[in-house]
């Protein structure tokens, strides 16, 4: 058993207490980040005279190969150690000798993990925003191409009126630009760097944290060393933005399996996001979009664990806070999974654009346009819709749409229906028709597209400033 203490003990620690307690079967996701803050931390030792340049570089040079032994596969991270913390220290140690004891000099693991949990976190979300972007990508090229393509609105899962794809897309457009505007507010507010907090209360050496800040990538270090070592908010900040973020995907992934069903077949998938039953031959079923939908509990359930586990913890770190990780990784790693595979099918998705106009025309979608007619020609709204109503009834018992009635059909319930009648109540019309900010019509949807376009090139330097640590 290696660990990092053990000389205020007289007896070993039971072998499933120490199993229970160890946390490298999932915290050597954090070598890479644990390497890199004990690489600053170092230089920042040398600096501050508290290791020799010797000292420095030999540590550095131990790093450095047990990171190439590592990605190699001569070295493999294995349960003989309690973390991550002690792998490294160890190999170190056994490498280059009592230079190696001197790494953790000033630090304590309770802030090397907040550091290496700050680290792999920002990295997640610049990840995580990558894949955004590029789903965003996806969703405006469907909404350029779809400006004309027209299809119902639904309220209640009932058609309501007529709209377009572009601008049904164009929704998921917005909501999927606020995840990534949430994901720069968490990178901003967490971007401060813990190294130095000590276990609680700082250290008397003469520690440089805003050296050791700027090495990293950081704006500066935290401000308080308590709340250093055990702030986890902006893992709770990050885990509720991808709850968010599924729950769009699962709202999208919803309508997609219903256009999807042979009632509407509006959207085929493609064969390579499909799969078919062992039994039933015909069957193409749209599994990647239930399983999206399904998944997003699965990150519901890690923010609700981390609330709860952090609801109780009095200052400062505290054992409960190794519970933040196994469920926080998964949650990352299905959310990542979720966005890069829902954006190749909405990138492979065809689209039966004559069936979700017939559809809109045969659910009646242009019956409130029909009542808006009647009342330009004089007639109360009350009475208008009372009318359209009783035309409406009409159609269901001869399979019609109010398109198809003759104008003579029209005249039995209003003398003030006239030929002009069929061109304002027309698919085209009712949709294009609606030109204010955020509308359906085709002339307001292309200023829609345009500031989408520009918005996206905003987001791609914002997105390289990301990548590089700056906003």
Known sequence: MAQLWGGRFTKETDDLVYAFNASIGFDKRFFTEDVEGSRAHVKMLA??????????????????????????????????YEDIHSFVEANLTQRIGDAGKKLHTGRSRNDQVALDMRLYTRKEIVETDELLYDLLGAILKVMEENTDTIMPGFTHLQKAQPITLAHHFGAYFEMFTRDRQRLSDIYKRMNFCPLGSGALAGTTYPLDRGMTAELLGFYGPTRNSMDGVSDRDYLLEFLSALSIIMMHLSRFSEEIIIWNSNEYGFVEIDDTYSTGSSIMPQKKNPDIAELVRGKTGRVYGALTSLLTTMKGLPLAYNKDMQEDKELSFDAMDTAKGCILLFTGMIKTMKFNKARMKDSARHGFTNATDAADYLVNKGMPFRDAHGVIGEIVLYCIDKKIAIDDMELSELKKFSDLFEEDIFNAISMETCVNKRLTVGA????????????????????????????????
């Open 47 to 80: 600096k501050a005279l508290i290791l020799t340049e010797e000292e420095r570089d030999s540590i550095l040079k131990g790093l450095d190969s047990i990171e190439e032994d590592v990605a190699s596969g001569k070295l493999l991270i294995t349960d003989e």
């Open 440 to 471: 359906p019509g085709k002339e307001a949807m292309e200023e829609e597209i345009k500031q989408a376009k520009e918005m996206l090139e905003v987001m791609e330097r914002g997105r390289l400033d990301l990548k590089e640590g700056r906003l």
